[in-house]
């Protein structure tokens, strides 16, 4: 049967952008359709803002880490109208490059509307029928609000609000200690504002390692950030001009009062118009339900981005819009390895991170796995800096091959993609001490341990330890 198009991708976030790009690669006849901006909501509304927030913010903090070497800067004015206008001019630019024009340079057709299933190889677009051999999901998400007593979308903030308003809050409560909250948490609290942090887990970040995790945890109460974890909130009272947040934590009844509330208890799918059963796609609350190449129960439709439900970050929906492209086009499929996808919290520094922790290596390898660790307060370049908690963990097979790393410290987002190259280039973690590395630098705490990676592989050297002996030397 003969389509209109070879491949239609629904969406033109990251995931859709880059899915749309590459198929134009494999494919004849592609169309993108957007009901929006290309280039995605999420990443001009959320994503770019919120990081532009964080960056001002954790400079005032490194500032302010300076009061041990004499330097004094207790009063922040910001100016968020200056910001804003920064921002604005900035996506501006950036959008340039993912406009209707860029595809339409590429020979790939873009429409913007809205579009609906009318059955597995087809959709109704603008009031017209189109088919297509291939599709691509890559929808997005949109935010969630909890089911709370009295929290309405009128009395409620999410991240990308806090860009657009005109000061900050003296005062804020914040819902949901997942990345997002413990982000906003540290970035309001840089600004003067009292935060409320309400976690219903018992734990911050439990997946993480939980030595990192106590870190983190005991450097925002050192910022006076007020975190109360195991809470349950029961309802949300607006007065004139405070909120009042009633909840229960250790089974005690409380009650904190803030200017504002934000919510960060995650997203949801937003595909109601789609009308994505008359093509046959089974999904839950939460992801559309996908097999480990990405395809939906639907053969010909596969999905990408956030809505997948696997790790909802821009590099994850860029590695994802590549692989379902791939994978509807060739007999032989390709998968993600999110193991090696790399992922940063911004906190009071960063934490980066991918792969496995400690604890989750020993339950799957057992106590063969090696451990490298460095304490921040060991690094030259740190000490000058006055950055002295930190720490990174560096997670090895007894081969020391790398199986996951954590990296708690200033400018751990750029020292993390030195491990995955080792990883991508199967070296084993020694290999960094064979590198000259700038002194002072960050990257001592990769290069230190990886010395002593390096004597260890000696000792275990069967080999080595007969020469020695032989001409009766000691490892």
Do not use: W
């Amino acid at each position: 049967m003969k389509h209109d198009y070879d491949l239609l991708i629904i969406g033109a976030g990251t995931a859709g952008v880059v899915a749309a790009v590459y198929g134009k690669a494999l494919y004849k006849k592609v169309l993108v359709v957007e009901n929006e901006i290309p280039g995605g909501r999420n990443f001009f509304s959320f994503t770019y803002p919120l990081n532009a927030l964080i960056s001002i913010a954790r400079k005032i903090s490194s500032v302010k880490s300076l009061d041990g070497l004499g330097l004094s800067c207790d009063n922040v004015v910001m100016d968020i109208s200056l910001l804003k206008k920064k921002i604005d001019e900035t996506i501006k630019v950036i959008a340039e490059g993912v406009s209707p024009e860029v595809f339409t340079k590429m020979e790939i057709d873009y429409v913007k509307g809205n579009c609906s299933f009318a059955g597995p190889n087809s959709v109704s677009l603008n009031g017209k029928v189109v088919t297509a051999a291939k599709i691509v999901l890559c929808c997005g998400l949109v935010n969630s609000i909890p089911e709370i007593d009295g929290l309405t979308a009128e009395n409620c903030l999410f991240a990308e609000d806090l860009v657009n308003l005109k000061n900050f809050p003296a005062s804020a409560v914040i819902i949901g200690a997942g990345e997002s909250g413990i982000e906003i948490a540290n970035v309001l609290s840089s600004f003067g504002t009292q935060v409320t942090l309400l976690e219903r887990n018992s734990e911050l970040l439990p997946d993480e390692d939980s030595g990192i995790r106590d870190m983190i945890e005991r450097n925002m109460n050192d910022r006076k950030i007020s975190i109360h974890k195991s809470s349950e909130i029961s309802a949300v009272i607006q007065s004139e001009n405070f909120i009042e947040v009633k909840y229960m934590t250790e089974g005690i009844e409380r009650a904190v009062t803030a200017e504002k509330i934000i919510c960060c208890t995650g997203r949801k799918l937003s595909f109601a118009d789609l009308n994505i059963s008359a093509a046959g796609i089974e999904y839950d609350a939460n992801k559309i339900i996908t097999d480990e190449f990405l395809r939906t129960s639907a053969k010909n439709i596969f999905a990408a981005g956030d809505v997948t439900g696997k790790l909802n970050y821009n590099n994850t929906a860029e590695i994802e819009g590549l692989t379902a492209v791939i994978n509807c086009s060739q007999l032989f499929k390709k998968t993600v390895n999110y193991g090696i996808i790399p992922r940063c919290l911004n906190c009071d520094m960063e934490f980066a991170r991918f792969g496995m922790t400690e604890a989750e290596a020993e339950k799957k390898f057992g106590k063969s796995i090696r451990v490298y660790k460095f304490p921040l307060k060991y690094s030259i370049k740190a000490s000058i800096e006055n950055m002295n908690e930190g720490i990174a963990k560096i997670v090895c097979k007894s081969n020391s091959r790398i199986i996951g790393a954590q990296i708690y410290s200033d400018g751990a987002s750029e020292l993390v993609h030195q491990l995955l190259l080792l990883v991508k280039m199967k070296k084993k973690f020694s290999e960094i001490s064979h590198v000259s590395h700038i002194f002072p630098s960050y990257s001592d705490i990769l290069r230190q341990p990886s010395k002593r990676c390096l004597m260890e592989q000696q000792l275990d050297n069967v080999l080595l330890n007969i020469f020695h002996g032989l001409l009766g030397k000691k490892v």
